[in-house]
């Protein structure tokens, strides 16, 4: 199903109801100048694993029955479940950043947003797939909100992991990109303080507040201001972005403030309908698999659109 609205302008958006891997299967090799995508951690199939330990036990009593009709009495070990989780996360991963890996344009980069629990282990994997070579910049995203707990350093940041298909051809305009205050202005002169300084990797944001104009109620919803300046260094006016896992759409609304396209794709009904109330007011948006006007649901493989 492909919806658009009559809006008589071209469409030059689409927003996509399909699980990714089916979505990216459809897509030509090295179409998307840049790709950004924030996967959720929790893929619904966590595992658990006990380690037990037995030992025979006396007069019929125990919990299990081994050979000969002999009764055990079975002990908990360990509980495998963290590392399972790890496990299962990055077998769901691999596949489609293989083929986020195909889709990127032979210039184009790729963004991945990560919490920092699974950071290191999405690391190995994506080096493996775009070579070591790839990798530009772990780039730490600094917020405060929250809670803090007293037994430890209280985790306040995410971390974004930006490659490049190529690390000798590729986008990157550091003059696109909005400029920070110093945090000694003191110590430079009065020009410099009034143009601000470059971002480095680590950049101090607010999450979107919970009662501010760009809340939309999901509730993984990153800041605008991330993902402008992602797509601000990262690609030229008119390119494609693209983000699989599109949530509320931020990625689209950040494309779209600075004049690039955009393509988001997410698997739940629920935040397909967010981001068509965001971009109601947007002309040129194909909807695939989706009725922005009336009801939602999953794509049918005989549904598939052209590319
Ligand atoms: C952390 S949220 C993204 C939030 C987004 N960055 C924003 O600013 O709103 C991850 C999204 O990935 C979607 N998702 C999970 N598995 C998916 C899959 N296999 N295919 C497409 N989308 C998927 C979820 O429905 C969820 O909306």
Not at 9 to 38: K, W
Not at 160 to 174: A, Q, R
Request: proline residues 7%; neutral net charge; hydrophobic residues 35%.
């Amino acid at each position: 199903m492909t919806t658009q609205k009559a809006t008589g302008h071209a469409t030059q958006h689409r927003i996509e109801l399909a699980d990714n891997l089916t979505a990216l299967a459809a897509m030509p090799d090295e179409s998307g100048p840049l790709i950004y995508i924030d996967p959720p951690f929790n893929t619904g199939r966590r595992q658990e694993r006990v380690t037990l330990t037995t030992r025979q036990a006396v007069s019929g009593a125990g919990d299990r029955t081994g050979f000969g009709g002999r009764r055990y009495v079975s002990t908990r070990l360990a509980r495998r479940s963290f590392r399972d989780a790890y496990d299962d996360y990055l077998l769901f991963l691999e596949p489609r950043l293989h083929e986020g890996f195909r889709v990127l344009a032979a210039d184009g980069s790729f963004y991945l947003h990560l919490d920092p629990r699974e950071a290191h282990y999405a690391k190995v994997l994506v080096d493996e797939i775009f070579g070591r070579s790839s990798f530009l910049n772990e780039i730490i995203w600094a917020y405060d909100y929250g809670g803090r707990p007293r037994g430890r350093w209280p985790a306040k940041h995410d971390t974004i992991l930006f490659y490049v298909k190529n690390p000798d051809d590729y986008v990157f305009d550091t003059d696109a990109v909005d400029r920070e205050p110093y945090m000694a202005p003191g110590l430079v002169t009065p020009e410099k303080v009034a143009r601000g300084k470059r971002p480095t990797d680590v950049w101090w944001h607010t999450i979107v507040s919970p009662t501010g104009k760009e809340k939309t109620g999901y509730p993984t919803q990153k800041p605008l201001g991330v993902l402008k300046r992602i797509v601000a260094a990262s690609s030229r006016p008119g390119d494609l972005v693209l983000d699989f896992f599109a949530g509320s759409g931020t990625t689209g609304a950040a494309a779209l403030a600075l004049g690039r396209r955009f393509h988001l794709i997410d698997c739940q009904a629920e935040a397909v309908a967010v981001m068509a109330a965001r971009f109601t007011a947007v002309p040129g948006i194909a909807y695939l698999g989706f009725d922005p006007e009336g009801s939602a649901g999953p794509r049918q493989a005989n549904e598939l659109p052209g590319r």
